[in-house]
T-cell receptor
Framework: DAKTTQPPSMDCAEGRAANLPCNHS???????VYWYRQIHSQGPQYIIH???NNETNEMASLIITEDRKSSTLILPHATLRDTAVYYC??????????????FGKGTKLSVKP | GAVVSQHPSWVICKSGTSVKIECRSL??????MFWYRQFPKQSLMLMAT?????????EQGVEKDKFLINHASLTLSTLTVTSAHPEDSSFYIC????????????FGPGTRLTVL
């Protein structure tokens, strides 16, 4: 399974864009990149996922490099409620059709006023 | 849409008793449900994966006789912590996926278990 590497923590000013990087250099051609976040004492929340093209939804944008070895999650206008731990995950498959989400340590994003 | 609930949200029990946690997908049918455990200041650890009507698949190191999982319907899975001990105190979180092959999982709010 492809491992991911993220910085342990980042700060962002309220109203500015938060850019969260993730390295996944061992990703294979058909593996997706998923992003989740976990606000303190809550269950994780799905944000976005992508394969090779950049993706955007109401929460965030996902930029994947052409070689797919890294990606960046962008929160365009961070708010205090975006303070959370952000997880970049490349689901592992055990031969079945459903991949397991293996949560690493993620990036703790602190949005400051 | 895609809301997952858990009950109870927190529970305190005595050592040696059993505790049941329910996980429900409220507005969709879940093809697969997952159970995670999270200790303080640590990340989520997958405990088991279950499909409706079949036995759960447990991750290495998770005792299946201690953590009983029943997936009775496409909207309900239960986790029973049997003979709970203080070291079982943790945040238990379930999730559900609604499409085979799609790793978009919808998580419940979690259940905080404290064993005295």
């Amino acid at each position: 399974d492809a491992k991911t590497t993220q910085p342990p923590s980042m700060d962002c000013a309220e109203g500015r864009a938060a850019n969260l990087p993730c390295n996944h250099s061992t990703i294979s051609g058909n593996e997706y990149v998923y992003w989740y976040r976990q606000i303190h004492s809550q269950g994780p929340q799905y944000i976005i996922h992508g394969l090779k093209n950049n993706e955007t939804n109401e929460m965030a944008s996902l930029i994947i490099t052409e070689d797919r070895k890294s990606s960046t999650l962008i929160l365009p206008h961070a708010t205090l409620r975006d303070t959370a731990v952000y997880y970049c995950i490349v689901p592992s498959f055990d031969g079945g059709s459903q991949g397991n989400l293996i949560f690493g340590k993620g990036t703790k994003l602190s949005v400051k006023p | 849409g895609a809301v997952v609930s858990q009950h109870p949200s927190w529970v305190i029990c005595k050592s040696g008793t059993s505790v049941k946690i329910e996980c429900r997908s409220l507005d969709f049918q879940a093809t697969t449900m997952f159970w995670y455990r999270q200790f303080p200041k640590q990340s989520l650890m997958l405990m088991a994966t279950s499909n409706e009507g079949s036995k759960a698949t447990y991750e290495q190191g998770v005792e299946k006789d201690k953590f009983l999982i029943n997936h009775a319907s496409l909207t309900l899975s239960t986790l029973t912590v049997t003979s709970a001990h203080p070291e079982d105190s943790s945040f238990y979180i379930c999730s559900a996926s609604r499409e085979v092959g799609n790793n978009e999982q919808f998580f419940g709010p979690g259940t905080r278990l404290t064993v005295l």
